[in-house]
């Protein structure tokens, strides 16, 4: 599904990315984990083509995304809240999302609905502009965004961070189920070890820039990483 | 501890984003505060023989004191407009071992240097001296001068008691149109028991404590606000409003822009800067008043027709040349969604229009001043509706400074937007009506003039979607470089 190849981004001859090759198939479950400045959100970025690349390319379902526009109709993404329209509300925003991608009310409302417990009844019906929530309420809003329209490739940054553990939990089994049933192909990236091995059936693992770990996930996982980790933070 | 919050103050005015700007912009800025300040002091200071040429019955003075409830009036809609209490700045504050009084003390007394109160001590204080000058009782004049300084001070502390309100602003503007209409028509002059008053408080210096002590009122009345509310909920806390929603679907007529457009109507209507510039080019309707009514600007048809491109153009250049800067808040999510750069971009343009058919519409009193002028005033329209708006959408694609849009643009450091790219585009928007009527009416006469104006509006919007492709391509071409600016840190 998503091919990147040769891809290298660099800010004044400093290089913060560089990948030669990493693909993911479809459907897969994908985590990104890595330090402060690894290159999870430039890798991201890349892939939406908010930022030119300086070699190499991605091609998201055959598409180079600096060349056409045509990866827009079935890739989503929440990466910050950036994302979000302040002044409007939660059903607002969702509205225009669905408006976007060719959903009617009704679908939007459809799919809306099937998150009300991820809601935790905070989002929908509060009278509140979305720049009025807190952090953790524009982020489950903004989730729920990017999953409106049937995507195919679906990009979160950071999805756990400011969220609650009741919501935690429900946006893994949200993840889970998009991968697994519908055939999603879904990008995470994360701090927490412990998530996304619990989510991700891959993980790579960036540093400085370089993929230096590409796993499988499986019951050894989340030992190994942590060790990788702790390991790093002692040299 | 002074000079501590003095340092602060020293670091939050020279790190401030307009002193980051190039010297172009400092030298410009610095301009125009000394343009706006020597006009202060010169007519402070000429109002003087103005008004006794004018009006050699009466005593400057009087006439002064008479209209000082004017002044009053439009200096608190002004602030109101303007100046916002900058309370935020507390909160870092908060934990930090200093008593809370002095906070406040200093929050308060930091108001007191706000360029507004300049403004009117730069007109009075001229005018007293030329008062002392002409030999007028020392002890009156001082006493007067403070007083109207004293109020100066109490109009800005009870700004501050006000602002939070929408209501009290708009019906303070409708007092002042009522009152001014009043007066106009010769039906009730509030001037006269307000300038009574004033006259009779020059007449007794030691009336003087009367605004002083409204003064040192006001001063408790805001100190105790805010010291009642010196918490994270209180005073500080943002405001959280209520929605408002209505019904937009009707837009959806629009087709493929339509919901651009419905975001664009929220974006304007529930955001603080948006708003301000909507209210702003309001003003530019009245444009015309300033140059149709002077001959000597009527035997100029070439800025004739500048001021008839404004009348209806206001909307089109305030809002239109920010065009991307809008959206900055939430560029990336628009940039990667399932959006064609193209129905955004005629989105803002169809919003363009319709602010210019409004205007057109409220402009139809100008008839008043005949066929020749209405007429300029419809070509006018028709190259801001076909043209101008092409042309400043260009200009937007050059424009890449973001923008908070529920932030209340202050006075001088209203410089969003501003820069030398901004300026030359600017260029072209005004001289290009005047060369289009001028050169043609020059060689044949004022009705070729005007139809060689309406023409170059045609033209654009016969050629409408080839422009639009060029423009396109521009804002696709500097994608990249605009996201990055979005993205830094205002």
Known sequence: MITTSNLSKAYNSVTVLNIEKLDIPKGQSFGLVGNNGAGKTTYFSLLLDLIQPTTGYIKNKNILVNESENWKPFTSSFIDESFLIGYLTPEEYFYFIGELRGQSKKDVDNLVSQFEDFFHDEILGKKKYLRDLSKGNQKKAGIVGALIGNPEVIILDEPFANLDPTTQIRLKQIIKDLAKKHGVTILVSSHDLLHVTDVCERIVVLEKGEVVKDLVTSQATLKELEAHFAGESLN | ?490
């Open chain 2, 1 to 490: 501890m002074i000079q501590r919050f003095l340092s602060l103050e020293w670091k939050q005015f020279t790190r401030a984003s307009y002193f980051q700007k190039g010297l172009a912009i400092k030298i410009l800025l610095f301009l125009g505060v000394l343009y706006f300040g020597g006009m202060a002091i010169f007519m402070g200071g000429l109002l003087f023989f103005i008004l006794r040429k004018t009006m050699p019955e009466v005593d400057p003075i009087v006439t002064v004191n008479n209209f000082l409830i004017y002044w009053a009036l439009a200096n608190l809609a002004i602030r109101f407009f303007m100046q916002q209490l900058p309370v935020m700045n507390i909160k870092p504050l908060m934990t930090v071992p200093i008593k809370r009084n002095i906070v406040i003390h200093y929050l308060l007394g930091k108001t007191t240097l706000s360029f507004f109160n300049f403004i009117s001590l730069l007109i009075f204080l001229p005018f007293s001296i030329v008062l002392l000058v002409e030999g007028y009782p020392v002890l009156n004049v001082v006493c007067w001068f403070l007083s109207l300084m004293f109020l100066n001070m109490a109009i800005n502390f009870i700004n501050f008691l006000i602002n939070k309100n929408n209501t009290v602003f708009y019906s303070l503007i409708l007092v002042i149109l009522i009152l001014g209409g009043l007066e106009y028509f010769n039906i009730y002059k509030i001037s006269e028991p307000i300038g009574f008053a004033f006259n009779a408080m020059y007449n007794n210096p030691i009336s003087v404590v009367i605004p002083l002590s409204l003064l040192i009122g006001l001063y408790k009345i805001n100190f105790n606000f805010i010291r009642k509310g010196f918490y994270l909920d209180g005073a500080v806390s943002k405001k959280i409003e209520e929605v408002k929603t209505t019904d937009l679907t009707w837009m959806n007529r629009f087709g493929s822009v339509a919901p651009f457009l419905k975001n664009d109507v929220k974006m304007i209507w529930r955001n603080a800067r948006p708003k301000q510039v909507v209210m702003m080019s309001f003003f530019f309707l009245f444009y015309g008043l300033i140059f149709y009514t002077q001959p000597t600007y009527i035997k100029m048809p070439a800025v004739l027709a500048f001021a008839s491109m404004f009348v209806t153009g206001g909307f089109l250049l305030s809002f239109g040349q920010l065009v991307p800067s809008w959206d900055s808040e939430y560029y990336k999510l628009l940039m990667s969604q399932n959006i064609p750069y193209r129905k955004y971009l005629e989105s803002k343009w169809y919003l363009m229009v319709v602010a210019v058919s409004i205007s057109f519409i409220l402009s139809i009193p100008y008839l008043y001043f005949g066929w020749k002028i209405f007429s300029m005033i419809v070509a006018g329209a028709i190259f801001n509706v076909g043209l101008n708006s092409f042309i400043t959408l260009f200009g937007g694609a050059l424009n890449r400074v973001p923008i908070e849009l529920n932030v209340k643009a202050k006075a001088f450091s209203n410089t969003n937007g501003f820069n030398p790219t901004q300026l030359l585009i600017a260029l072209p928007k005004m001289l290009l009506p005047m060369l289009l009527f001028y050169i043609p009416y020059k060689i044949f006469n004022f009705e070729a003039g005007i139809i060689v104006l309406a023409l170059s509006g045609v033209l654009g919007i016969v050629f409408k979607n080839y422009i639009f492709s060029k423009i396109e391509k521009i804002y696709q071409n500097g994608k990249y470089k605009t996201i990055a600016a979005f993205g830094e840190k205002k």
